[in-house]
């Protein structure tokens, strides 16, 4: 018997079949958190444009993570993961906004008590203006409303182009069709 070249990875393989474990595992688990380290914030801001607390948005990414790790191990397709991760964390987003919606159906009539520091008429002016807003806000796409509310907390244009995969000339132009809207408002 000669001295082969031993390898490492055979070994490693023969090692984990000898003792019952799963060599698979391992490398699964930490191509997973690579990914989880290189897509969380990405997730997490795109999470925002569903107006979700940063609570239930670290939640979702938690289970978009979990969801990758079973589809790994059942051995699905692997090819355009970034498109997955983001797809799975939409429907995910959705189903906690509409569950959110609901929940928010039965606070809406305590969100109509007069506001203790104002007065009538300031009151009076303060939920129209609120109204306004809230109907410019519905009457904008969907794009318009995600641009929007990333613009507005804080991220750039590049940044939100990227999330939304969108061009950042798509971006600008979505922006300023929202605020002339708010303008067009105000000055009625």
Request: hydrophobic letters at 40%; a positive charge; one cysteine or more.
């Amino acid at each position: 018997m000669g001295d082969a070249p031993k390898d490492s990875t055979l070994d490693i393989r023969l090692l984990a079949v000898a003792t019952g474990r799963n060599p698979a595992k391992p490398r699964l688990e930490e191509e997973v958190t690579e990914l989880f380290d290189q897509w969380h914030g990405a997730l997490l801001r795109y999470l925002t444009t569903f107006g979700l607390s940063q609570h239930d948005s670290e939640e979702i990414v938690q289970e978009v993570f979990l969801s990758l790790f079973s589809h790994l191990q059942k051995g699905k397709a692997r090819t355009n993961l970034r498109g997955w991760l983001f797809r799975v964390a939409h429907n995910l987003g959705l189903k906690r906004k509409e569950a959110e919606r609901k929940a928010v159906g039965i606070a809406a009539d305590v969100e109509n008590l007069p506001h203790p520091a104002l007065n009538p008429e300031e009151e009076l002016a303060s939920n129209r203006r609120q109204r306004q807003v809230s109907s410019i806000l519905r009457a904008l796409p969907e794009q318009d409303r995600r641009c929007l509310y990333l613009r507005a907390e804080g991220l750039r244009y590049r940044e939100i182009a990227e999330l939304l995969g969108m061009a950042v000339g798509s971006v600008a132009a979505s922006l300023e069709r929202s605020l002339t809207r708010f303008q067009r408002a105000d000055q009625r």
